[in-house]
T-cell receptor, first 114, second 118 residues
Framework: KNQVEQSPQSLIILEGKNCTLQ??????????LRWYKQDTGRGPVSLTI?????NTKSNGRYTATLDADTKQSSLHITASQLSDSASYIC?????????????FGRGTSLIVHP | DGGITQSPKYLFRKEGQNVTLSCEQN?????MYWYRQDPGQGLRLIYY???????QKGDIAEGYSVSREKKESFPLTVTSAQKNPTAFYLC?????????????????FGPGTRLLVL
């Protein structure tokens, strides 16, 4: 069964500090992996998307890494800001018969304190 | 202004009542999806459609119905058969793009509808 596991479940950091969120998956065959940011009561917004041949991708202060061999990904946030407080969701899509149905992780809830 | 919209933002349902959630996109995307989000859980797929007049059940389709008569619209009906409908409902659309590094499916989400039972 396709699964996406994220850790930690929640994280509290001080403003200005760095943090790293983890994502492990068992989706096969693998198509792509995405990280989303979801503010409370809003729809998720895409941060990065990576295919099997990409092992790092950056979007401003967000840097995602992918190890397709170990089926692990991480999202590193540099110099955190109060606005980074949100849920971060890892999504892995598998390809099957032309369809790309994603599997969602439960998310990591990040709180940035001043 | 391109995007994906959902309405209403909040919806109240009485016992035994069917309600319909709206989802519209002007991104010219072929695929559209409906997800349900409960506290502490990942998004769960209810229904998806990859082309007009065709749709497929997701993991938790029981108690829900959809239609896809137009490319831009994918309404979700929560029927009285859904015994625990209170949740945050998210609609998404996607286009499949191909680059030299592989296949990328960029999925865009609407702002969500929160459904509450009276």
């Amino acid at each position: 069964k396709n699964q996406v596991e994220q850790s930690p479940q929640s994280l509290i950091i001080l403003e200005g500090k760095n943090c790293t969120l983890q994502c492990n998956y068992t989706v096969s065959p693998f198509s792509n992996l995405r990280w989303y940011k979801q503010d409370t009561g809003r729809g998720p917004v895409s941060l990065t998307i990576m295919t099997f041949s990409e092992n790092t991708k950056s979007n401003g202060r967000y840097t995602a890494t992918l190890d397709a061999d170990t089926k692990q990904s991480s999202l590193h946030i540099t110099a955190s800001q109060l606005s980074d407080s949100a849920s971060y969701i890892c999504v892995v899509s598998g390809a099957s018969g032309g369809s790309y149905i994603p599997t969602f992780g439960r998310g990591t809830s990040l709180i940035v304190h001043p | 202004d391109g995007g994906i919209t959902q309405s209403p933002k909040y919806l109240f349902r009485k016992e035994g009542q069917n309600v319909t959630l709206s989802c519209e996109q002007n991104l010219n995307h072929d695929a559209m999806y409906w997800y349900r989000q409960d506290p502490g859980q990942g998004l769960r797929l209810i229904y998806y459609s990859q082309i007009v007049n065709d749709f497929q059940k997701g993991d938790i389709a029981e108690g829900y119905s959809v239609s896809r008569e137009k490319k831009e619209s994918f309404p979700l009906t929560v029927t009285s058969a859904q015994k625990n409908p209170t949740a945050f409902y998210l609609c998404a659309s996607s286009i499949v793009g191909r680059s030299t590094s592989g296949t990328q499916e960029t999925q865009y989400f609407g702002p969500g509808t929160r459904l509450l039972v009276l």
